[in-house]
């Protein structure tokens, strides 16, 4: 049986990427927390894995100068927050919610962490054949 | 890679939070600052912030990072309170002394708020210093 990398590391190694993403998305919102008119983004999680994972489908990169589209795709779904408590200047960072969101986004980004190094720890010591 | 650009974005946060707590300080200071003449009286100063969209064209993550940036302080335009103290070196002929108008509780509710804002911006650069810690890591162990 080969061994495939982009099945032996299931979603995780797409969802690093977009916990990166969303990680410097959720770091600008805290550090505009008192700027006027600055409105927080964010990325739909689910959504975007979800049609990451659907795009089974992709295009090959067969040449150096072709563009990776699944990285492509992740820019594309940033949304602005639903505002619920409006500022007076313009500002729509509720802090509280983006800590928290921050803080959810860095553990479950360690949770793929850990799966990923117990799945690389599996793969060597089936390599080794001990 | 675009983690990096997290510490870029903290980083512009924290200055300008202390850019607002540096003018908070000045006010604070000056809150009893005396002068002779009506137009000399020192005025309280305020950062404006403002967020700086940057172009990013790597990785296909077109719609940039925002970072902040104070892009002017401004300064109130409030009037001298008059004070009647003749016996003051200061006072002029009428025996005035004019002392600025800082709302010192509005000022101590901008530190806070300013202190509060620096200490998200440090949490957000070690949980950030963290997680490239881990991803330094990877598959060891």
């Known amino acids: 049986m080969p061994v495939n990398f982009n099945n032996a590391f299931g979603i995780h190694d797409d969802a690093l990427l977009l916990f990166e993403r969303r990680t410097q998305l959720l770091s600008e919102n805290i550090a505009n927390a008192d700027t006027p008119n600055y409105k927080a983004r964010d990325i739909d999680f689910n959504q975007v894995l979800q049609q990451a994972q659907n795009d089974s489908v992709k295009l090959r990169t067969t040449n150096k100068g072709h563009i990776n589209l699944s990285q492509q795709a992740f820019s594309s779904d940033v949304q602005y927050r639903e505002v619920e408590q409006s500022a007076a200047d313009g500002n729509t960072v509720d802090t509280q919610k983006e800590k928290a969101a921050f803080g959810e986004n860095a553990l479950r980004y360690q949770l793929s962490m850990n799966i990923l190094t117990r799945k690389i720890k599996g793969l060597k010591t089936a390599f080794r054949g001990e | ?141």
């Open chain 2, 1 to 141: 890679m675009s983690v990096f650009k997290v510490f870029d974005v903290a980083g512009s946060g924290m200055s300008a939070q202390m850019l607002r707590l540096n003018t908070v300080a000045s006010n604070l200071a000056n809150a009893d600052t005396i002068s002779t003449n009506e137009n000399d009286v020192y005025q309280a100063r305020h950062p404006v912030f403002e967020s700086v969209m940057q172009e990013q064209g790597e990785m296909g993550f077109s719609d940039g990072l925002a970072t902040v940036r104070v892009r002017e302080i401004v300064q109130e335009q409030t009037m001298a309170v008059p004070q009647y103290r003749p016996n003051h070196p200061l006072a002029n002929d009428e025996g005035f002394v004019f002392s600025p108008a800082i709302d010192s509780i509005a000022e101590m509710a901008d530190m806070i708020s300013a202190s509060r804002s620096y200490q998200n911006n440090v949490e957000v650069l070690s949980t950030a210093k963290e997680m490239m810690l881990r991803t330094l890591q990877l598959g060891q162990g």
